[in-house]
């Protein structure tokens, strides 16, 4: 129902910056909560960040405490897309980053935190950053 295409991954090296970007379906991709998770090889899928709906005043963003500061994620209604620009990278930023959002007709509160909140999900992008 919901199609999600991350984009921008690549190589980069420490301290340098990189623009994820998350493409959706959907006309109504301003109402979906979306997420930002990342997965190194043999570690859990860990969060990263994610942002509400948009209101008539806006929305939000949060951040898990490791890029904070260092990550902004955001969202262009007008292009459904969400993008995550990354900079003062770090080795351990090294990952899978996936895009996630949820379901208009989720029936369970919203924990940011949890992948279980999410409903569709893209394929992923991978990010390398060098030493």
């Known amino acids: 129902q919901v199609q999600l295409v991350e984009s921008g991954g690549g190589l980069v090296q420490a301290g340098g910056s990189l623009r994820l970007s998350c493409a959706a379906s959907?006309?109504?991709?301003?109402?979906?909560?979306m997420g930002w998770f990342r997965q190194a090889p043999g570690k859990e899928r860990e969060y990263v960040a994610s942002?509400?709906?948009?209101?008539?005043?806006?929305?939000?963003?949060y951040y898990a405490d490791s890029v904070k500061g260092r990550f902004t994620i955001s969202r262009d209604n007008a292009k459904n897309v969400v993008y995550l620009q990354m900079n003062s990278l770090k080795p351990e930023d090294t990952a899978v980053y996936y895009c996630?959002?949820?379901?208009?007709?989720?029936?369970?509160?919203?924990?940011?935190?949890?992948?279980?909140?999410?409903?569709?999900w893209g394929q992923g992008t991978q990010v390398t950053v060098s030493s």
């Open positions: 996630a959002a949820r379901s208009l007709s989720a029936s369970t509160a919203w924990n940011r935190q949890e992948p279980s909140s999410y409903d569709y």
């Open positions: 959907g006309r109504t991709f301003s109402s979906y909560a």
């Open positions: 942002l509400s709906s948009s209101g008539r005043s806006g929305y939000y963003t």
